[in-house]
């Protein structure tokens, strides 16, 4: 019994681990063998294959090899629908030059080589212009990075029946322009590129600050959107400076993992965190993929936001630091304007001019639906106006999705009230 119950909690933690990292690539592997048009079908065979080993491992334990053990599976399974669906088999055949009428067994290479290569292709081909950005990123993120419905859903600021409908007329499209899983032309990839990085850049961001699930932090995402980045770096016919910008960014964000929580996984604050717990080994690669990244004569937001991201891994407080940060957030609205970057600039315009000056730039943005608008001019009016400090931390707690948000702005609320912290 003991044993039954410790093989159940084993692959009740493990297989949830297993599901981010493999099966999208199980999935990009089978899509690529069945083509475009097949992709529910390549979806459901890896579904199947966990569902498989949620009930085998249950009860059997964990196999020693785990990763090969779903991989076999999927084999299996896929060659079984190929079996059981004449019709099916017919149509792969058309496909797949290297399947004959009379041949029996089909291939499903499953090697990492063809797995980089099947999630690279994927990516580019559902970042195809014949639809919308928007729904070339949420294929991305569905397909490739293993997202929700309603992680896409939040990270759209939408809804899940949206989507799902978004969705759905994509993969319609895609098969009406008989898309092909393969690396494009390099003119065409290069005009595909950027919507690439996008869908990275969000699959990081949803896992560095997660507001679709109630926790600090899911590194899985972040070590995944960073995987998939890198794979971008390591091939000749992506390795542009954006992509090393990108991943420079990823970098210096990560390096700061471990003290972003604390021993209770509660979240730590940038001022509060401990600088030796920040790793000087993702530093020094994030200074590496920036220097990369400095050649042509293109500045992209992710050479500024990997810049400003350099800048908050020197802890001093220093002059320099915050004037630097605030000319690369000027830098930043002019390339890109975004809501965010322009709020975030005025906490360095408080550092390098005074809170005075920046509470009239926050306030010109009037982002009344955002929690960290009124958190930090909740910070900012603290030492000027304690009523006006109040009443825009209780607007920020009032907006605040997750509980890890609601307890920094109590403990805020708190000190307002009690700025010694006595009992």
């Not at 907006?399 to 702005?409: E, G, N, S």
């Amino acid at each position: 019994m003991l044993y039954l119950f410790f093989s159940l909690m084993a692959s009740e933690e493990l297989i949830p681990h297993l599901f981010r990292t493999e099966f999208t690539k199980i999935t990009a592997v089978l899509c690529k063998v069945f083509g475009i048009d097949h992709i529910e079908i390549a979806e459901d065979i890896a579904s199947e294959t966990f569902l498989s080993a949620l009930e085998t491992w249950s009860y059997k334990g964990v196999p020693p090899n785990p990763v090969a053990w779903l991989y076999a599976v999927a084999k299996n399974k896929a060659k079984n629908v190929l079996t059981r669906n004449n019709t099916f088999r017919k149509k792969i055949q058309q496909q797949l030059k290297y399947l004959s009428e009379s041949s029996e067994t089909i291939e499903i290479d499953l090697s990492e080589k063809n797995i980089t290569d099947s999630q690279l292709q994927m990516l580019f081909a559902i970042c195809h212009p014949s639809i919308s950005t928007e729904a070339q990123i949420g294929l991305a993120l569905r397909l490739l990075c293993g997202f929700g419905i309603e992680e896409i859903a939040n990270a759209f600021l939408s809804n899940k029946e949206a989507i799902n409908k978004r969705l759905y007329r994509a993969k319609e499209k895609l098969q009406q322009q008989k898309v092909q899983i393969e690396f494009p032309s390099e003119k065409e990839a290069a005009n595909r590129l950027e919507t690439v990085l996008t869908t990275l850049y969000l699959l990081f961001n949803e896992g560095y600050y997660s507001e679709s699930q109630d926790i600090v932090l899911r590194e899985d995402l972040c070590l995944e959107a960073m995987r998939l980045t890198y794979l971008l770096v390591e091939n000749e016919l992506t390795n542009r400076p954006n992509v090393n910008a990108l991943l420079s960014l990823m970098c210096f964000h990560a390096s700061r993992f471990e003290a972003r929580k604390d021993d209770n996984g509660n979240p730590v604050l940038y001022e509060e965190q401990d600088e030796t717990r920040w790793n000087t080994e993702l530093i020094t690669k994030g200074i590496f993929f920036l220097n990369k990244a400095s050649t042509g004569n293109i500045v992209s937001k992710y050479h500024l936001e990997a810049s400003i991201a350099y800048w908050h891994t020197i802890k001093a407080d220093t002059t320099e630091k915050w004037d630097s940060i605030l000319q690369l957030y000027n830098r930043l609205l002019q390339v890109e304007y975004s809501p965010v970057a322009a709020l975030n600039r005025t906490f360095a315009l408080y550092k390098v001019h005074g809170k005075e000056m920046a509470i009239r730039e926050a306030e010109k943005l009037q982002l009344v639906n955002n929690q960290y608008y009124y958190s930090l001019l909740g910070e900012l009016y603290k030492s000027i106006d304690h009523a006006r400090a109040k009443y825009n931390l209780e607007k920020a707690f009032a907006l605040a999705k997750t509980q890890a948000d609601k307890q920094i702005i109590k403990n805020n609320l708190e000190l307002l009230q009690n700025p010694e912290g006595k009992p």
